[in-house]
């Protein structure tokens, strides 16, 4: 499996053990409705981070490491971001998707 592969499925497997201790604290609690706006921004600090301990710690991606100490900015409004293999911030991943699922 691909370092990036195996990355992803590392944040679903540690987002979904997150959620159930969460439940756990919580178990009168029998939904899991969360709003978009919360979980995507969530999902990507939570890759960004995953992708800075690998960067800092291993080989399997040396590009983000050796770009670690670079500024980085949103493609779309030019924000500066954390380091990281996203293309847009927070605030305009959220817009975009909001526009692609038919949210004002
Ligand atoms: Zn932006």
């Not at 924000?79 to 996203?86: H, L, T």
Request: net charge negative; with cysteine; proline share 7%.
């Amino acid at each position: 499996m691909e370092p990036k592969e195996r990355m992803l499925n590392a944040v679903d497997d540690a987002e979904m053990a997150f959620w159930a201790k969460i439940a756990e604290a919580f178990p009168e609690i029998t939904t899991g409705d969360l709003p978009p706006d919360v979980v995507i921004p969530l999902r990507i600090q939570n890759e960004n981070a995953v992708c800075c301990w690998l960067g800092g710690n291993s080989d399997f991606f040396p590009s983000f490491r050796d770009n670690y100490d670079k500024e980085h900015f949103c493609e779309e409004c030019g924000e500066k971001m954390v380091p990281a293999g996203v293309k847009l911030c927070v605030d305009c991943c959220r817009e975009s998707n909001n526009r692609e699922m038919g949210v004002d």
